[in-house]
């Protein structure tokens, strides 16, 4: 079983990227999913949540407005479609499984193995 995050790159400020997260072995629809970020030297942050009910969602401020999680349940993807780029966007993207969908890290137990954004000219 597995996670696996893509879509990750190098984008232009005011540029958009689409990341997915594909879950292999098991049903990504029984589960709230999280993305989180990274970036050097700092904490991991979560992003944004949809939770497995009623795909509720939830981002954190400095991504509302410009950042949209979606699912694809035949698909077994989770996608965060991010526009409007801007260079703190920058950082390590990973999505994560759990029970609860809320932004906070440690309530998620099943993680993938990230994928790098670079919003820079």
């Known amino acids: 079983v597995q996670l696996v995050e893509s879509g990750g790159g190098l984008a232009q400020p005011g540029g958009s990227l689409t990341l997915s997260c594909v879950s292999y072995?098991?049903?990504?629809?029984?589960?709230?999913v999280g993305w989180f970020r990274q970036a050097p030297g700092k904490k991991r942050e979560g992003v944004s949540s949809i939770d497995q009910y009623h795909d509720s969602t939830d981002y954190t401020d400095s991504v509302r407005g410009r950042f949209t999680i979606s699912r694809d349940n035949a698909k077994n993807t989770v996608y965060l479609q991010m526009n409007s780029l801007k260079p703190e966007d920058s950082a390590t993207y990973y999505c994560a499984t759990g029970n609860w969908a809320n932004l906070t890290p440690g309530s998620y137990n099943f993680w993938g193995q990230g994928t790098q954004v670079t919003v820079s000219s």
């Open positions: 072995g098991f049903r990504l629809d029984n589960y709230a």
